[in-house]
């Protein structure tokens, strides 16, 4: 459970407690995700990213920018470049189609970022497809045979591991 210590004491449950607050008849909350573009090309970026959103009738609560350095020591690196990380946060309905919407914004994000010399961050949703992991993890085929090969009965594995291994089944 994520728990946000504030002045005031210790908050937890923080949609919930909204939601509740607000009488809402649908469960919401907030999604992040991260993308990564050629810093010259942020500006460009940015207003894509604003057409988008809006044609998608994304509710984008908050944002980020941060500049980001070269990671040249992992093996799934996230950051193949010094990027501009531009953070995402959309409020998100817990319904079918809103789950597809936000689904669809995501990827419609990391596209951009691609288009724009750029990335995801990997772990914060599984939404992105197939051919935009391996634009942005090109080395995630070597990563899961490394894995099988240092772990041959799959002793450490998570659901995100899980989920990347049957996409490249």
């Not at 090309?41 to 998608?56: D, Q």
């Not at 990391?110 to 961050?121: A, E, F, K, V």
């Not at 002793?155 to 990347?164: D, E, G, M």
């Amino acid at each position: 459970m994520f728990v946000l210590r504030s002045r005031f004491g210790w908050l937890s449950s923080h949609h919930a407690d909204l939601d509740r607050a607000l009488g809402v008849k649908v469960k919401a909350t907030e999604m992040i995700t991260e993308i990564y573009v050629q810093r010259p090309r942020l500006a460009a970026f940015m207003e894509e990213a604003r057409v988008a959103l809006r044609e998608r009738k994304a509710n984008m609560i908050y944002g980020t920018v941060r500049l980001i350095e070269q990671d040249d020591e992992t093996c799934l690196a996230w950051a193949r470049d010094r990027y501009a990380c531009v953070i995402f946060n959309l409020h998100v309905e817990h319904t079918p189609s809103s789950l597809d919407r936000a689904a669809d914004a995501f990827r419609d994000l990391i596209d951009l970022g691609i288009r724009h010399g750029g990335s995801y961050y990997l772990t914060y949703h599984r939404w992105a497809r197939k051919d935009q992991l391996e634009r942005c993890y090109p080395q995630m085929r070597e990563f899961l045979r490394l894995k099988r090969q240092h772990d041959p009965d799959e002793v450490f594995q998570s659901n995100r591991y899980r989920h990347h291994r049957a996409m490249f089944s």
